[in-house]
């Protein structure tokens, strides 16, 4: 919808028809805008809007909390994750969603934030429709530790909790079918390339699952490739999922506004990595307080080949 309206929009400032294709455009602009993804906060921009927050729900009654507490099958499920039947607690536990209204689901993710098991707290959340809880949804748990490594390297926390939210759900013992761990999901030979860059000089594998030592190498390794790419956050999220070589090689080719070359990355898991990254960062911006925040600020300008006079790519990154 969001590309069809652009192009009907393109149409109309050539076209005998420029004042219905107009209209067509912005028809089809409103029909997503205001959806909370990344073509939905795009949409909103174009109509000159500015992405915002959703009202807060009211508080939770002592009787909604409690009824999430005393629900029998949440409490088993929640039982299970910390026994380390997670794969068996979280079927519990969406089994036991089944049914609940809007108001049950808030208390349902309030319990699970309060046992902080986040991946629960936001998938529960992200159920509601009526009432949208944002600090459900974009928790940001140890944010005295995101933030003062962020910082210390130049990094923006909220593009590096949009990329943790997407990588682990704030799962410490988070593990992918390929082998990267933890908070920030770092595969092994990345972590200890990492490790002698920023010179923990006595990191050994069994390390990147401590909480710490994986923000330090994944929050470096993160702005290395961002410095790579030249602050392109798109390339750089690209570069972290699916390794730099390949957004090298994706953007030798046509310069693209960067939303049509996310949309143009050929792997399916990538493109909607980037997408959901970036979209995540805009709303951890807004709930850290930074400035409006806009989605197209943080795509950033147009992507294509390297420029003549722009640094080497460093091929030493992993």
Known sequence: ?????????????SGADGEADRLAAKAGF?????????YGKLATEELGGRVA?????????????GAARGHAGLERALQLIALGLRNEGVREWNFSLR???????LAAAHLACEREIWDRCINTSDRTRGEIDMTQRFPMPFRTEVLAKAREIGLDPAYMYGLIRQESRFIMDARSNVGASGLMQIM?????????????TDFKPEMINDRDTNLRLGASYLK????DF???????????????????????GAVLEPAAWAENIPFAET??????VLSNAVYYGALLGAPPPSLKARLGGNIGPRGQNAPVSNRDIP
């Open 271 to 276: 493109r909607d990595y980037v997408k959901k």
């Open 53 to 65: 927050l959703p009202p807060r729900p009211a508080a939770l009654s002592e009787a909604e909390t």
């Open 99 to 105: 049914g609940l209204d809007d108001r049950e689901l």
């Open 188 to 200: 092994p030979a990345t972590a200890r390339w990492t490790a002698g860059k920023v010179g923990l």
């Open 224 to 227: 290395l490739v961002l410095d």
């Open 30 to 38: 409103e029909s997503v805008a205001g959806q909370m993804n990344f």
């Open 1 to 13: 919808v969001y590309w069809k309206a652009r192009a009907v929009l393109a149409r109309a400032k």
């Open 230 to 252: 030249g602050g392109s956050q798109a390339l750089a999220a690209a570069a972290y999922n699916a390794g730099p070589g390949r957004p090298r090689r994706w953007r030798d």
